[in-house]
């Protein structure tokens, strides 16, 4: 028996960034099996039939990324058939797999595509004369930072005014250096590295505890309303955020909120901590906001479980998943953060050492983000499918309600 079955794959989106470190759009990624760091199906059409029918028809493109470019990655015989490709041709990105070709009918393919309206990305793309003939039909080029960087072939790519994307960037340096050279577009974990957070966040160390207090307040079973009010309008952007949200379409409301008691008592005390809690970690800068979308989805997907498995309050499951990640959004130690709010003990000891329920739940959910699915059943990983992608539809609501 083989390790993965294409029933067994995991779907995530992974931001895409321009040079200024803003979310313009996101690739559809699906991985099987376990550590799997790409697709890795033993039927890709199998495979990109259900992750396109998830993503584009079950869900939908604007629910899913909102207003963002998606690229997507496309097997051969799907090129060769441009009737299977999603809809939404003008916000849909084509990616070309590095182990296609330039052969003709493949040209003729791709051209076709780009008369339909989609742009064509060339995934791990390496210039050589099978792969040169790609060059004619490419409006973007994705080059592994992974690799040596052949200098050449990128002054060649500008000149022929292909955008470049750099993927798999791991550090703040390769991000600077690649900009530097023309890049446009960036892809890799480099904004999530604790050096990133400092270095585009030098003047925000006064906020911070400031920030805690509120969430401090936020925390506590009996929270003062009014208390709570003369901390959030000390930070005029906050407070003007959190009643925008409040009068958003979002709740079609016959009356408004015009003071910030108002807000908290129309939205309730969960829904206030989600929002104020989102809008303070995106007032953290541009990296913050590209993590964003990953930190909403994982607190949803542990209230969701948690609901369904039973044991741990599904309102304590979601505040625990945006928590598991503050550390690296804030540049805070787990352990410092965790000591100014008053989460208890075995919340803590959830995050720190992933013991009890509530700990295993925050396992499954990393787990799965990182497509380490090895014991689970088919059933199961079509679950937490189902889950991420429920939970990644909320997040960009969210996200499109506060205006981040």
Request: include cysteine; hydrophobic fraction near 45%; charged fraction near 25%.
């Amino acid at each position: 028996m083989k390790e993965s079955a294409p029933e067994n794959y995991c779907v995530a989106l992974q931001p895409i960034c321009d040079g200024a470190l803003r979310h313009v759009a996101d690739e559809l990624l699906y991985r099987a099996g376990v550590n799997a760091n790409f697709a890795q199906v033993d039927d890709d059409m199998m495979v990109t039939a259900r992750v396109c029918n998830a993503a584009f028809y079950e869900t939908g493109i604007e629910k899913l990324v909102g207003r963002r470019k998606l690229f997507f990655n496309a097997p051969r015989e799907w090129l060769l058939r441009p009737e299977l490709l999603p809809p939404d041709s003008s916000q849909v990105v084509v990616e070309v797999l590095e182990s296609v070709t330039g052969e003709p009918a493949v040209i003729e393919a791709l051209r076709r595509i780009r008369r339909l309206g989609y742009e064509v990305a060339l995934d791990d793309f390496v210039l050589t004369p099978a792969t040169r003939p790609l060059l004619e039909v490419a409006s973007v080029v994705k080059v592994d930072m992974l690799q040596p960087l052949r200098l050449d072939d990128i002054l060649l790519y500008r000149n022929r005014g292909i955008r470049l994307l750099a993927e798999k960037v791991e550090d703040m340096e390769t991000f600077e250096r690649c900009r530097a050279l023309g890049f446009e577009l960036f892809q890799g974990y480099f904004y999530a590295r604790p050096e990133v957070q400092t270095s585009t966040a030098r003047d925000r160390t006064g906020n911070r505890q400031a920030q805690l207090r509120i969430l401090a307040e936020l925390q506590r079973e009996a929270a003062d309303y009014h208390k709570l009010e003369s901390l959030i309008i000390q930070d005029p952007q906050l407070a003007f955020m959190l009643l925008r949200y409040t009068n958003s379409a979002m709740f079609y409301r016959v009356s408004k909120a015009v003071t910030i008691l108002q807000a908290i008592s129309m939205l309730g005390l969960h829904r206030v901590r989600t929002v104020v809690l989102t809008l303070m970690l995106a007032n953290n800068g541009p990296a913050s906001r590209l993590l964003l979308p990953q930190v909403l989805t994982r607190a949803a997907m542990c209230e969701r479980l948690a609901e369904k498995m039973g044991g741990v309050p599904p309102e304590v499951a979601f505040m625990a998943g945006m928590i598991s990640m503050m550390d690296v959004i804030l540049g805070l130690s787990l352990a410092d953060i965790l000591e100014a709010l008053p989460l208890g003990q075995d919340v803590n000891d959830a995050l720190l050492h992933r013991s009890q329920c509530l700990g295993q739940v925050l396992d499954m959910v990393e787990a799965f983000e990182q497509a380490q699915t090895a014991g689970l059943e088919p059933e199961m990983v079509a679950r937490l499918n189902r889950t991420w992608m429920s939970s990644r539809v909320w997040a960009t609501e969210i996200l499109s309600a506060v205006g981040t």
